[in-house]
């Protein structure tokens, strides 16, 4: 279908674009942090290296279909924005997760995506081909959407949104309908599906939100001496995002973990600060 001749269709891509370039680029703060820190304080790189597949996957999807440009444009910015910090975090990460996230690069992002490639390359023609890397795509999502009703059921467990901050979660909605609206115009079934679970699961959320807006915030969990990892993720054929949460740790992890790390956490631990790893746009 030719989106010169369906303004709606280039109208609702560009929206698309625009919310989801805005959510690639939340994280930067956090990466500014590390950078004057010289350390990633504990957080994880799994996330970005996800995100970066999944914007792989897209990417790919999008030059078959030859004449998505705003499928194509997305995509290639989420696979810089999340290159950029992947070897950002590489850099200042301590040597086990350096040495875990490098494994992965090399083993998803690498090996994983060379195989799909060459794969859909010699065994697979015109519309098959298009169509095995739609549903890689959408599986990927479906995997990655687990992630929101880890951190719903924490909500209602805690009685506290604190770990699930209400932008977060209208923005991730708004996405979402965006990418839903592009697909169904389109008439593009992979890039409408995950969408489909992202409002759903947004809505979700703020009604949870709405539920629990007026209750006592939660920063720590007792009996809970560990890193706490969360991860939101919303994913839409255009984006995925994540956020990731820690608390505050007790002397004893913080100094553990940081045992192979040149720059030690403070004494009596620190507070790392809400880590938003976006977009992984279709």
């Known amino acids: 279908m030719n989106m010169a001749h369906h303004p709606w269709i280039f109208t609702f891509g560009i929206l698309g674009n625009i919310i989801s370039v805005v959510m690639f680029l939340a994280?930067?703060?956090?990466?500014?942090?590390?950078?004057?820190?010289?350390?990633?304080?504990?957080?994880?790189?799994?996330?970005?290296?996800?995100?970066?597949?999944?914007?792989?996957?897209?990417?790919?999807?999008?030059?078959?279909?030859?004449?998505?440009?705003?499928?194509?444009?997305?995509n290639s910015v989420g696979c810089l924005v999340e290159s950029i910090y992947i070897v950002v975090y590489i850099v200042y990460a301590p040597k086990k997760a350096r040495i875990l996230t490098l494994k992965l690069v090399l083993v998803m992002n690498l090996g994983g995506f060379s195989a799909i490639l060459l794969l859909t390359h010699f065994f697979a023609k015109g519309s098959s081909r298009l169509q095995i890397v739609g549903w890689f795509s959408v599986a990927l999502s479906?995997?990655?959407?687990?992630?929101?009703?880890?951190?719903?059921?924490?909500?209602?467990?805690?009685?506290?949104?604190?770990?699930?901050?209400f932008t977060l979660s209208i923005s991730l909605t708004l996405s979402a309908i965006m990418w839903l609206i592009y697909?169904?115009?389109?008439?593009?079934?992979?890039?409408?599906?995950?969408?489909?679970?992202?409002?759903?699961?947004?809505?979700?959320?703020?009604?949870?939100?709405?539920?629990?807006?007026?209750?006592?915030?939660?920063?720590?969990?007792?009996?809970?001496?560990?890193?706490?990892?969360?991860?939101?993720?919303?994913?839409?054929?255009?984006?995925?995002?994540?956020?990731?949460?820690?608390?505050?740790?007790?002397?004893?992890?913080?100094?553990?973990?940081?045992?192979?790390?040149?720059?030690?956490?403070?004494?009596n631990g620190d507070f790392i600060e809400s880590i938003q790893l976006n977009d992984i746009a279709v």
């Open 142 to 165: 479906a995997v990655v959407f687990a992630a929101p009703l880890s951190i719903m059921r924490r909500v209602i467990r805690t009685k506290s949104v604190e770990f699930m901050p």
């Open 183 to 267: 697909g169904v115009l389109l008439k593009d079934f992979y890039i409408a599906l995950p969408n489909i679970f992202g409002v759903v699961l947004g809505i979700i959320q703020m009604v949870l939100y709405g539920v629990y807006k007026d209750c006592k915030e939660v920063t720590e969990e007792q009996n809970l001496p560990e890193i706490i990892d969360e991860t939101l993720v919303m994913m839409s054929p255009i984006k995925t995002t994540f956020k990731v949460h820690a608390v505050s740790l007790p002397n004893e992890v913080g100094k553990q973990e940081n045992s192979d790390d040149d720059h030690p956490r403070k004494p």
């Open 27 to 74: 994280p930067l703060p956090t990466f500014f942090r590390v950078y004057r820190k010289k350390s990633t304080e504990g957080f994880q790189s799994i996330p970005y290296v996800v995100a970066l597949f999944s914007a792989m996957l897209w990417l790919y999807y999008a030059t078959l279909k030859s004449n998505d440009y705003l499928l194509l444009s997305i």
